[in-house]
């Protein structure tokens, strides 16, 4: 009997039980508060060393006022929509917008053009300092969609059904996820530190370690294939990780988090706007490609977290023409939590797009699941057909 091939699509609402944040719970005063706690540079009564950091941190800190001030200006808008606009402004549109979010960021105009100049700028100078002051707010998502790992205790009992999960899961397995930060990679090293007892999963004391968490900065490619030599999942980030930077034409990923780290490096994460866009026909083109790839030919895929969301319509399209190709599909099972109405709407538009394509043929069963992903992922990993039909029986539809 051959080996089912699972695929898993990963959104926000997959780390939530972990303590993730929602994109609605970001740029906050509060998340400001959190992540001054894990970098100290943060802080008001900080000295920065340089006028690179100084510069930095007093930008950084001003998102949240840039945040409250665009919805002011726009009226009501969701974190997504404002990053939306900022991207905007860095391409040359809304040059008002632009120049009223660098007011908040008078220390990166000064530097680049004096005191006081600010006024004076004309469209093309508003784009190229909403550029630099977006490659800052890409440091603070990195910063905040993180956090949480960071104050998460190590021996949580949050961590038991994800350590459940992950360790069933081998290189025939695929995630796909939209998620910047750092989980999946944390339970690679919790498995690895859970087979070595004794050992620290993040002081990379192995050469094992090193992998996860690899201390030489590897190619995106290379890092990749690292983990499918360790026996892991194959790991798709669609739209980048707080942890890939651009290395001319080439991803690689990062050791080190820290503030100097993340200021010293572009950071390879799609925002809201056009950057998703730009990093699918670009620099993660390969990291697409696996994964329609994966979700057009597997035979389970579960959606965990994922709402398909309006700010994600490429991925949206791409992910219905892979399920409506695939003829190897046998279930897809969405987990949204309880009486879900994104969950209602993503199972219609899946079961359309799969009778679109087979008609009377299909096989595939569309579920909508009323748990929690700590409640699915270690209760459904199924390895034969026999057990897809053993395991779906746990769980009632919605």
Request: glycine letters at 8%; one cysteine or more; charged letters at 25%.
């Amino acid at each position: 009997m051959s080996s089912i091939r699972h695929v898993y699509l990963l959104g926000a609402g997959f780390g939530v039980p972990l303590g993730g944040p929602l994109f609605t719970q970001l740029l906050s005063d509060n998340m400001t508060m959190r992540i001054t706690s894990t970098y100290p540079e943060l802080d008001m009564n900080y000295h920065a060393p340089d006028d690179l950091a100084r510069v930095a941190v007093h930008s950084i800190r001003a998102v949240p006022q840039m945040y409250i001030d665009a919805t002011e200006y726009f009226g009501t808008l969701n974190p997504e929509q404002f990053l939306e606009r900022c991207d905007a402004a860095a391409a040359g549109k809304l040059t008002g917008f632009g120049r009223r979010m660098l007011n908040y960021a008078s220390l990166l105009v000064k530097q680049e053009y004096g005191e006081d100049a600010l006024p004076t700028l004309d469209g093309s100078h508003i784009c190229g300092l909403m550029q630099k002051l977006n490659s800052l707010i890409r440091v603070r998502l990195a910063m905040e969609t993180t956090q949480f790992l960071k104050e998460l205790d190590d021996d949580s009992e949050r961590w038991l059904p994800y350590d459940g999960w992950f360790d069933r899961l081998n290189e025939q397995d695929v995630i796909i996820t939209t998620n910047y930060d750092n989980v999946i990679e944390t339970l690679a090293a919790r498995r690895f530190s859970r087979l070595h007892r004794g050992s620290n999963p993040f002081d990379a004391g192995g050469s094992r370690y090193q992998d996860i968490f690899p201390k030489d900065n590897p190619t995106l490619e290379d890092y990749l294939s690292r983990w499918t030599m360790l026996g892991l999942p194959r790991l798709l980030k669609l739209h980048g990780c707080c942890r890939w930077y651009r290395d001319d034409s080439q991803i690689r990923v990062l050791h080190i988090d820290g503030l100097d780290s993340f200021l010293q490096r572009d950071l390879v994460i799609g925002v809201p706007g056009t950057g998703k866009r730009k990093l699918a026909q670009g620099p993660c083109q390969r990291v697409w490609s696996d994964a329609m790839g994966a979700i057009s030919e597997y035979d389970v895929l579960s959606v965990v977290g994922y709402s398909l969301p309006a700010s994600d319509n490429d991925l949206r399209i791409r992910l219905l023409d892979s399920i409506a190709a695939n003829r190897s599909l046998q279930e897809v099972n969405i987990v949204l939590g309880l009486d879900s109405p994104d969950g209602r709407r993503a199972r219609q538009i899946m079961k359309q797009a799969i009778r679109s394509s087979m008609g009377d043929d299909c096989r595939a069963d569309v579920r909508l699941l009323s748990v929690f992903a700590q409640d699915y992922l270690p209760r459904f990993v199924p390895r034969t057909e026999d057990d897809i039909n053993r395991m779906r029986f746990g769980f009632d539809e919605v």
